[in-house]
């Protein structure tokens, strides 16, 4: 089964969870980077990209590297801003189309509701469910055990469905 985990982090949560993920699958990796990124001030960051996302901004990427044809399973991560996915993903999800690919989802988020961005996800890629999903609430600040335990159940979810 070859994977691709497709993120965008700004303060480090999401690309945790991606980078581990990828080492339990084997998996490729590939970071989003926004040309002009975020601003990470603790006001700052949440003024700039909760209006981005408001205005449903697609913000110019770095160049990358992406055949989804090498790729059996794409996973899409992403932090939850303003109750949806980031507009890097929305870049991202833009320009390349996933039709009928399997598609896995992770969130990292502070603990709001995640069911917009879930929900939004699967109209953008057009998939009718998620091959295996998992939120995760800061992850840099909880206890590495319970990380790694959702972690193996998001891993044993996707394998389930693959054999
Ligand atoms: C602009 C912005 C908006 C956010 N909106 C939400 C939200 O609606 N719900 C929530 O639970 N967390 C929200 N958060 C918190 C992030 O989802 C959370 O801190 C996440 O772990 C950050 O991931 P990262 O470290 O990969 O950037 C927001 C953070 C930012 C910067």
Same mark, same amino acid.
Request: charged letters at 25%; hydrophobic letters at 40%; one cysteine or more.
């Given at each position: 089964?070859?994977?691709?985990?497709? !993120? !965008?982090? =700004?303060?480090?949560?999401?690309?945790?969870?991606?980078? @581990?993920?990828?080492?339990?699958?084997?998996?490729?990796?590939? #970071?989003? +980077?926004? +040309? @002009? +990124?975020?601003? #990470?001030?603790?006001?700052?960051?949440?003024?700039?990209?909760? @209006?981005?996302?408001? &205005?449903?901004?697609?913000?110019?990427? #770095?160049? !990358? #590297? &992406?055949?989804?044809?090498?790729?059996?399973?794409?996973? =899409?991560?992403?932090?939850?801003?303003?109750?949806? $996915? *980031?507009?890097?993903?929305?870049? &991202?999800?833009? *320009?390349? %189309?996933?039709?009928?690919?399997?598609? /896995?989802?992770?969130?990292?988020?502070? /603990? /709001? %509701?995640?069911?917009?961005?879930?929900?939004?996800?699967?109209? =953008?890629? @057009?998939?009718?469910? $998620?091959?295996?999903?998992?939120?995760?609430?800061?992850?840099?600040?909880? %206890?590495?055990?319970?990380? %790694?335990?959702?972690?193996?159940? &998001?891993? *044993?979810?996707? !394998?389930?469905? $693959?054999?």
């Amino acid at each position: 089964m070859r994977t691709i985990i497709i !993120y !965008y982090s =700004l303060d480090g949560n999401t690309e945790f969870i991606a980078r @581990k993920v990828a080492q339990d699958l084997n998996a490729s990796l590939l #970071k989003l +980077e926004p +040309e @002009k +990124e975020y601003p #990470k001030g603790s006001v700052s960051k949440y003024v700039w990209g909760g @209006k981005s996302v408001v &205005f449903g901004e697609k913000p110019r990427l #770095k160049p !990358y #590297k &992406f055949q989804k044809e090498m790729y059996d399973v794409i996973i =899409l991560a992403t932090p939850i801003w303003a109750s949806s $996915f *980031t507009p890097p993903i929305r870049s &991202f999800l833009t *320009t390349n %189309d996933l039709i009928n690919k399997k598609i /896995g989802l992770i969130s990292c988020s502070a /603990g /709001g %509701d995640t069911q917009k961005c879930r929900q939004q996800m699967l109209e =953008l890629t @057009k998939a009718s469910a $998620f091959v295996a999903e998992m939120n995760l609430i800061e992850p840099l600040k909880m %206890d590495v055990n319970i990380v %790694d335990n959702q972690i193996s159940e &998001f891993c *044993t979810k996707l !394998y389930g469905n $693959f054999g």
